[in-house]
């Protein structure tokens, strides 16, 4: 069955949670292997090729989804066009998708990408937990929110001289979730900042 509640997606295969996909996979495991071979892939290739002349806009992370899994779906880079929920969360409503999207990358832009926080490891922290708070609650795709949401931050991270996020756990223990339902439901991002704070660590500096 489908984790969400959604009246008339149709990206998954009946009676799974498996997407329909190019190649034909119908099993949730073999999906997933593919799915981790294809991120792996984007992290080598992305990584290698970012420098300060990288613009993380909205285009940047509209073809993150696109570039990483169009190989495999269809719906790859595509806004959804259905609302969608988890549990008791309410995603952006898709008539609204498109406009809140401009609206976070408009912001980020005007906050020169963090630029002026990064050295400041706390603040960078906190303005970067808003904004990954304000994509949770986009959840503009179909499927792969969570893994390029946090691709995207490590992106903007890394940019600035951290690593990519560790997340120590947060994600296999729930507390990932947790920070996720306090961004949607209460546009509060302290659990994700703290979660952030200590994942940040510097490429330079032995912490
Ligand atoms: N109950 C919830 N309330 C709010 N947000 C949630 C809830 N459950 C999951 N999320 C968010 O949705 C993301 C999962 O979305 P999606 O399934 O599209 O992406 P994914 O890449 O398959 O997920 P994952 O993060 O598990 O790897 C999570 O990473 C989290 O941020
Ligand atoms: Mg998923």
Same mark, same amino acid.
């Given at each position: 069955?489908?984790?969400?509640?959604?009246?008339?997606?149709?990206?998954?295969?009946?009676?799974?949670?498996?997407?329909?996909?190019?190649?034909?996979?119908?099993?949730?495991?073999?999906?997933?292997?593919?799915?981790?071979?294809?991120?792996?892939?984007?992290?080598?290739?992305?990584?290698?090729?970012?420098?300060?002349?990288?613009?993380?806009?909205?285009?940047?992370?509209?073809?993150?989804?696109?570039?990483?899994?169009?190989?495999?779906?269809?719906?790859?880079?595509?806004?959804? =066009? @259905?609302?969608?929920? /988890?549990?008791?969360?309410?995603?952006? %409503? !898709?008539? *609204?998708?498109?406009?809140?999207?401009?609206?976070?990358?408009?912001?980020?832009?005007?906050?020169?990408?963090?630029? =002026? @926080?990064?050295?400041? /490891?706390?603040?960078?922290?906190?303005? %970067? !937990?808003? *904004?990954?708070?304000?994509?949770?609650?986009?959840?503009?795709?179909?499927?792969?929110?969570?893994?390029?949401?946090?691709?995207?931050?490590?992106?903007?991270?890394?940019?600035?001289?951290?690593?990519?996020?560790?997340?120590?756990?947060?994600?296999?223990?729930?507390?990932?979730?947790?920070?996720?339902?306090?961004?949607?439901?209460?546009?509060?991002?302290?659990?994700?900042?703290?979660?952030?704070?200590?994942?940040?660590?510097?490429?330079?500096?032995?912490?």
């Amino acid at each position: 069955m489908s984790k969400y509640r959604s009246s008339k997606s149709s990206i998954y295969i009946d009676g799974t949670d498996v997407p329909k996909n190019k190649l034909g996979i119908e099993n949730t495991q073999d999906i997933h292997e593919v799915e981790n071979i294809l991120l792996e892939e984007a992290y080598a290739k992305l990584s290698s090729s970012l420098n300060t002349k990288t613009i993380l806009d909205e285009t940047y992370f509209i073809n993150l989804h696109k570039k990483t899994f169009e190989s495999l779906y269809d719906f790859a880079g595509v806004y959804r =066009d @259905v609302n969608m929920s /988890k549990g008791e969360s309410q995603f952006c %409503l !898709a008539q *609204y998708l498109r406009s809140e999207s401009k609206r976070i990358f408009t912001e980020l832009e005007k906050d020169k990408y963090l630029q =002026d @926080v990064a050295s400041d /490891k706390t603040t960078f922290a906190k303005k %970067l !937990a808003y *904004y990954q708070g304000e994509l949770i609650a986009l959840h503009p795709f179909y499927e792969l929110n969570g893994r390029i949401t946090r691709l995207y931050v490590d992106m903007l991270a890394m940019v600035h001289g951290y690593k990519p996020i560790d997340y120590s756990g947060a994600i296999e223990n729930g507390a990932y979730i947790d920070a996720s339902i306090a961004c949607v439901q209460y546009a509060d991002a302290s659990l994700l900042e703290s979660i952030l704070f200590c994942g940040l660590s510097r490429f330079d500096i032995v912490n």
